[in-house]
């Protein structure tokens, strides 16, 4: 809205209630408008994830934040010193979805209750934002899928790297050759610590799981789903593809603290065309950190969650530097023995790669903005069903190959095409 | 229990009683991971922060959450109060001087010029009923350097104290420090206060870091803030400027050395010190009379001078003085 509509707006009287004289004097504070422009959003499980996202949607010109809904008091008590409100709040999430001044719903509750959170919140005609992993199992999967496919609102996925303006630039340069052929991504998300949260007195069985539910199989789907679903997202994006199988290995080799989830897990994902994804995540040592390495024919890109660094491939990398000249070579003959290559890793600097724009925006900023825009417009999201089935379905069938020991395949699922996977 | 880690460009350490091992160590690790996040949220230096988000939108006027909202206002509020000795826009003039390289410059009038027309707490525009944030002149650049160890300091400190802890000691880079409770049996947690002047700068080579001690203060539920010039100046034409610039006049401050403040949280004491470095020991006092400080601290630049230590309600009963307070050198 212009600053004359909004003048006009004000002269019928509509917004007069929301007039600071800031905004009159100014032509406004950011976009800040009349009551129909806000975006009224309810959030189902404000913990920490939902109150980091929760902080995001505060930042955002007419964003309200109408109710919670949460089984820990805690967790409300600390959603509400967020919003410096008494913000109503629920234990039963469907009394929040039972009001009517709410236009989306955000879910950021443990991944075993996604598939009911969000099957309900979009039967109830609102638009919703859901943390990802998308669903459980590939059940709860094809579950919410389904119900996307029928639902009124729109679905965005909690997979925000598909709003950092870095990634977009790191897949331009991949889409338009600068490393060749993509052949292989080794992810690591690696960490030292026991991803453990405290738990207060009195502790009970009960409040461990609420508390640490992702060490717990009932509720979480382990490394390969908190952690792993962004870089696996990652790969299907630059492969353009879904994979078509994985194998797993891990176990609880080193935190045996009556968790369940594993501590290492490792996942190797092989895509068509003869692409292949290894996914690492350790909880032993963090050298690695969260990265993801994509190798190409003619150079690499190694992305983090903040940045990314392209490298070229040495062109003649198997040449060493010379020690004799041509001269002596005459002179003394060459000697004849096993091949002999340089192959010590590459230790060259590289070249950043920043955005067009010029600025790396936060991956969480940018999604909660570009959801409040879908809730306005209608507009379907970047990070949309297909891509977050896509890997969601690479979650729970690479926890599959993991549990059962097996090797999992994919064309059951992708009903016999590849989703599309790309962003905007 | 000792824990360090490092954030927000200094070294965060946690002093913890406890009975339980397993259980201190997730409360640390959840505490050192609430300071990151204030860290991600306040980072100058990161372009993917809010406080970078707000520099790039400000202009514009943009909007922000209520946490980064409160603490804005706050420093403006300490701005307003202090008629602008701390002022979180005074980066262009930290630049022009070279203090962002870690070294020190003498600045053209140009470039001086130039900085001031960027700097000043009054540029900058809240409005609580949006929680707005605009600023009158696209060069602005908001920094929370001088009040944001603190903050984050409070934070872990609420975080402890929502888990339980009821005897701790948070230590931020030793410029802030914030107590709860006291270690068993004592008054409160020891802070020495060194005296900077009595320790010239080689002493840090030497391993004699803190100098002699000036005072002793047993802190309790507490915050204690220092600021001082010692490890942290240049000299440029036979002066000695220290690295504190004086938002008002765009020049380093003259004539302090350091000043100690006491105050209820760590947010007010790591800004109520810039406030007494700028003012100086003899205009301080009536300007933190009407902030929350409780008591402070000066040293002034000067070895011979008579009134070198200057205190202000400084607590008598809970200081062990030595020889440098009572016979000076």
Request: proline share 5%; charged share 20%; aromatic share 8%.
């Amino acid at each position: 809205m212009n600053r004359r509509d909004f003048l006009q707006r004000v002269s019928t009287g509509a917004a007069a209630l929301t007039v600071s004289p800031a905004m009159l004097l100014g032509g406004g504070l950011g976009k800040a408008g009349a009551p129909s422009d806000q975006v009224r959003i309810g959030m189902i499980g404000p913990g920490s994830r939902g109150r980091g996202l929760l902080r995001r949607y505060l930042r955002i010109p007419n964003v309200q934040i109408v109710a919670f809904a949460d089984v820990y008091e805690p967790s409300i008590k600390a959603a509400r010193a967020l919003t410096g409100v008494e913000t109503p709040a629920y234990t039963d999430y469907r009394r929040l979805l039972d009001r009517p001044d709410i236009d989306a719903v955000h879910i950021a509750t443990p991944l075993s209750l996604h598939a009911e959170h969000v099957t309900a919140a979009l039967a109830s005609g609102r638009h919703v934002y859901g943390e990802k992993s998308l669903g459980h199992t590939v059940e709860h999967c094809i579950q919410i899928r389904d119900a996307v496919r029928q639902a009124r609102g729109q679905f965005q996925i909690g997979l925000q790297y598909h709003y950092a303006p870095w990634m977009h630039e790191t897949i331009r340069r991949i889409r338009a050759g600068e490393i060749g052929d993509v052949t292989h991504i080794h992810a690591y998300w690696h960490r030292n610590g026991n991803w453990r949260r405290p738990v207060p007195d009195p502790k009970t069985d009960a409040l461990e799981h609420l508390i640490n539910w992702r060490l717990y199989k009932a509720w979480s789907g382990g490394l390969f789903a908190e952690l792993g679903s962004h870089q696996i997202d990652f790969a299907n994006w630059i492969f353009d593809a879904a994979p078509s199988s994985v194998i797993a290995s891990g176990g609880i080799d080193y935190y045996k603290d009556g968790r369940e989830t594993y501590d290492n897990v490792e996942g190797i994902f092989r895509y068509p065309g003869g692409r292949t994804l290894v996914f690492s995540s350790i909880m032993t040592n963090q050298n690695m950190g969260a990265q993801t390495r994509i190798y190409g024919t003619k150079g690499t890109i190694v992305s983090t969650m903040a940045d990314a660094t392209l490298f070229y491939e040495p062109k003649a990398y198997n040449t060493i530097e010379s020690v004799s000249s041509t001269k002596e070579i005459v002179e003394r003959g060459v000697v004849t023995g096993a091949t002999y290559k340089s192959e010590l890793p590459y230790r060259g600097q590289g070249t950043a790669i920043t955005s067009p724009e010029g600025e790396a925006g936060n991956a969480d900023h940018q999604a909660c903005v570009a959801f409040v825009e879908t809730v306005r417009t209608g507009a379907r999201p970047i990070a949309n069903i297909d891509v977050a089935y896509a890997s969601g379905l690479s979650v729970a069938l690479a926890n599959k190959a993991l549990y059962d020991g097996t090797r999992a395949e994919f064309k059951d699922y992708l009903g016999g095409h590849v989703p599309a996977t790309a962003g905007r | 229990m000792t824990q360090s880690r490092q954030a927000m460009g200094t070294t965060f350490t946690l002093h913890l009683y406890a009975t339980d091992v397993t259980r201190a160590d997730e409360v640390a690790e959840a505490m050192f991971e609430e300071i990151a996040r204030v860290e991600e949220a306040l980072s100058h230096y990161r372009a993917t922060s809010e406080i970078a988000r707000i520099n790039r939108e400000a202009a514009d006027g943009v909007v922000t959450d209520p946490e980064t909202f409160a603490l804005i206002a706050r420093a403006q509020q300490l701005s307003r109060l202090s008629d602008g000795a701390f002022d979180i826009t005074v980066g262009p003039l930290m630049k022009a001087w070279g203090f962002f390289r870690g070294r020190g410059q003498y600045p053209s009038p140009e470039e001086l010029a130039a900085a001031r027309a960027r700097t000043g707490w009054r540029h900058v525009t809240l409005d609580a009923a949006t929680r707005g944030v605009r600023t009158d002149h696209p060069g602005l650049d908001l920094d929370l350097g001088g009040i944001g160890k603190g903050y984050a300091l409070d934070r872990a400190a609420a975080l402890l104290r929502e888990a339980g802890v009821t005897a701790a000691l948070l230590d931020a880079g030793s410029s802030s420090f914030y107590a709860i409770g006291a270690p068993p049996d004592t008054d409160g947690w020891p802070i020495r206060v060194p005296d900077s002047v009595s320790s010239p700068q080689g002493g840090r080579d030497r391993g004699q870091d803190e100098g002699r001690t000036l005072t002793t203060v047993h802190l309790r539920d507490a915050s204690l803030s220092t600021s001082g010039t010692r490890q942290q100046f240049f000299i440029a034409g036979g002066r000695r400027y220290s690295h504190i610039i004086d938002p008002r006049t765009g020049a380093p401050v003259d004539g302090m050395a350091q000043v100690t403040v006491l105050a209820p949280n760590a947010t007010d004491s790591d800004a109520l010190t810039k406030v007494a470095f700028v003012l100086g020991a003899d205009a301080a006092p009536d300007v933190l009379g009407r902030t929350t400080a409780t008591a402070a601290l000066f040293v002034r630049d000067a070895r011979d001078a008579r009134d070198r230590v200057v205190r202000w309600r400084w607590p008598a009963v809970s200081e062990r003085a030595t020889a440098a307070v009572s016979g000076d050198q």
